[in-house]
């Protein structure tokens, strides 16, 4: 049995202790900022060494392509023309190359032609990780108190920035097939007769495998949101933020096409993917094709950033690109986590499959997540003597109600899990599930004895 210490649910954690012994004047975008909860969950996992984490969210440690990279590095740096260019600055929108490259890589990811959609390289900017773009598109549209709709529940370090930039999160209902376009639209209505509308700025999707959830938006539902959208851009335009990070990530090569494809005028969507989940996340390398008129006012916060992201890293993933290299790496890490997919499915159906109703999880076909849903009774919060007593058997999860934004109109479930095969090697996955499982039980049973008459 381990213990727990660290993890009660009122105890400060280090960065508000900073704050208070702090006499400086913060910002008050710094004091809307907080240390994201998950980094207790990684605290955890490093302090005890025996503890499985599911929780994290991290590429697969034992598939990471340092030989590759090493041999790219060693022929761009060991030529004087490539050396010299790769370790000068270069523009703050990224390498022309790179961004050629990245045009045709989404023509053939999605089938289409750039001229379809009215996209060039001139509408493609590569970032530090897509990070950096959610942040500078936050930060080009939001103001305080400004609404952004985001599915419900959503990728969480994402809406905690949003917080951060002063915006209020309004929740869109998903299904098994991604947010249910009747929700959206009357979410929208809402907002509309209540006379809202002028300060509703985006709608964030992550549209394939989602995190937390690992739901694809469906091919059907995808022109019906954009619809939407347009419907309801009345005062303004309302950016599609489409979050495609684990696109690549697809185990069965049954991806739709990105929500982009729709968007003929090149106006509503602004299309982000990364190299981090399909190859590495260390060469923080993302990128993103925005609507035109976007891409200035992006590119000149990005200025104040960085001048433009590492073009070392640039200079790599258009060789790794060009060699072939990078897709090669991809149809590995697809057999890879598509292995470790059905081992974490195959355990939850032994572990899990006859415990009975109010308990199901999702079956994605990519991505890294699968999300669990248990009774409305069974508590699986932080706090809860669900997620200490998984902590003492020796495995810890993300509990789902990490994993939604501050919508001040709705209550947050706190009966889900975000479980990760991403890390954890397929022995890990089996015996962190079994772990699980008997926690989950021993509440259960809990639950049924105080519940029970006499
Ligand atoms: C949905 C989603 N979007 C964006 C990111 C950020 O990735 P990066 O900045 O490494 O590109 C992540 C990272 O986990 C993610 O899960």
């Known amino acids: 049995m381990m213990n727990w210490q660290g993890l009660e649910g009122d105890k400060p954690h280090p960065a508000q202790i900073m704050d208070r012994m702090s006499d400086f004047a913060f910002s008050q975008r710094a004091s809307r900022t907080h240390a994201q909860p998950i980094s207790y969950l990684m605290q955890q996992a490093l302090h005890n060494p025996n503890l499985i984490s599911l929780a994290a969210g991290l590429v697969d440690y034992t598939t990471l392509p340092g030989a590759d990279t090493a041999e790219l590095l060693q022929q761009i740096l060991s030529s004087p023309n490539t050396a ?269 499959g006859e415990i009975g109703d109010g308990v199901h999880w999702t079956r994605p076909n990519g991505g890294l997540y699968i999300y669990l849903t248990l009774p409305p009774s069974v508590d699986t919060g932080r706090a809860s003597a669900l997620f200490r007593r998984a902590i003492e058997e020796g495995m810890i999860y993300v509990p789902g109600e990490f994993c939604y934004g501050n919508d001040p109109t709705r209550p947050i479930p706190n009966n889900q899990i975000r479980l990760s095969f991403g890390v954890a090697e397929p022995d890990q996955i089996r015996t962190g599930i079994e772990r699980l499982a008997r926690a989950i039980k021993a509440i259960m049973a809990q639950n049924v004895q105080v519940h029970s008459p006499g």
């Open 84 to 352: 010299s260019a790769a370790l000068q600055y270069g523009t703050t929108e990224g390498l022309i190359e790179l961004r050629a490259e990245l045009l045709s890589h989404f023509e053939q990811l999605n089938g289409w032609q750039s001229a379809d959609i009215n996209v060039s390289t001139d509408d493609l900017v590569i970032t530090t990780g897509s990070q950096q773009m959610l942040f500078i598109l936050g930060d080009v549209l939001i103001d305080p108190d400004d609404i952004v709709l985001s599915a419900w529940p959503s990728y969480f370090v994402f809406t905690d920035t949003l917080a951060s930039q002063g915006a209020q999160v309004r929740g869109i209902d998903m299904d098994e097939q991604g947010i249910r376009p009747e929700a959206l639209d009357a979410v929208l209505k809402q907002l509309d007769d209540a006379g809202d509308l002028p300060r509703v700025k985006m709608l964030y999707l992550v549209s394939y495998h989602q995190n937390p959830t690992g739901i694809t938006l469906s091919a059907e539902r995808r022109p019906q949101v954009l619809q939407i959208i347009q419907r309801y851009s009345k005062d303004h335009r309302i950016l599609i933020v489409e979050d495609a990070a684990y696109r690549e990530l697809t185990y069965n090569n049954e991806a739709p096409p990105s929500i982009k494809r729709y968007d003929t005028g090149n106006e509503y969507v602004a299309l982000l993917q990364t190299f981090s989940k399909p190859f590495a996340p260390g060469v923080r390398c993302g990128y993103g094709l925005l609507p035109h008129d976007l891409v200035d006012p992006v590119v000149l916060q990005k200025g104040n950033h960085d001048f433009g992201s590492a073009n070392l890293t640039q200079h790599l993933m258009l060789a790794a690109l060009r060699t072939g290299i990078y897709q090669h790496q991809v149809s590995k890490l697809c057999s890879s986590y598509a292995h470790k997919r059905d081992v974490m499915l195959d355990a939850l159906d032994d572990q899990l």
